[in-house]
């Protein structure tokens, strides 16, 4: 059975730094098609973050571009976003996701909350 567990979550000022992780059980990260993060604030839409394909291509909304970086390490298995310039706006919940031919498995997600 495979298996997303996101931590790194907390409590962040504005302008600071966390580092997402997402342990994946059950499949090596390198069979996955893609991977992604997404967030949900509190009252919004789920919103996509960023994704990294199998090929390690990263592609970023335009909210993070230029502050978050993703990354797969092959070796520990994990799904990483590393997120600096924190803003209030990027309080939310942190989901991570694999996508490939079957439907999308997700994790249970990490809080960051930013503080002014």
């Known amino acids: 059975q495979v298996r997303l567990v996101e931590s790194g979550g907390g409590l962040a000022q504005t302008g600071e730094s966390l580092r997402l992780s997402c342990v994946v059980s059950?499949?090596?990260?390198?069979?996955?098609?893609?991977m992604a993060w997404f967030r949900r604030a509190p009252g919004k839409e789920r919103e996509w973050v960023a994704t990294c394909t199998r090929s390690n291509t990263a592609t970023y909304a335009d909210s993070v571009k230029g502050r978050f970086t993703i990354t797969r390490d092959n070796g520990k298995n994990t799904l990483d976003l590393q997120m600096s310039s924190l803003k209030p706006e990027d309080t939310a919940m942190y989901y991570c996701s694999a996508h490939g031919d079957a439907e999308p498995i997700w994790g249970q997600g990490t809080q960051v909350t930013v503080s002014s």
């Open positions: 059950g499949i090596t990260i390198r069979s996955i098609a893609s």
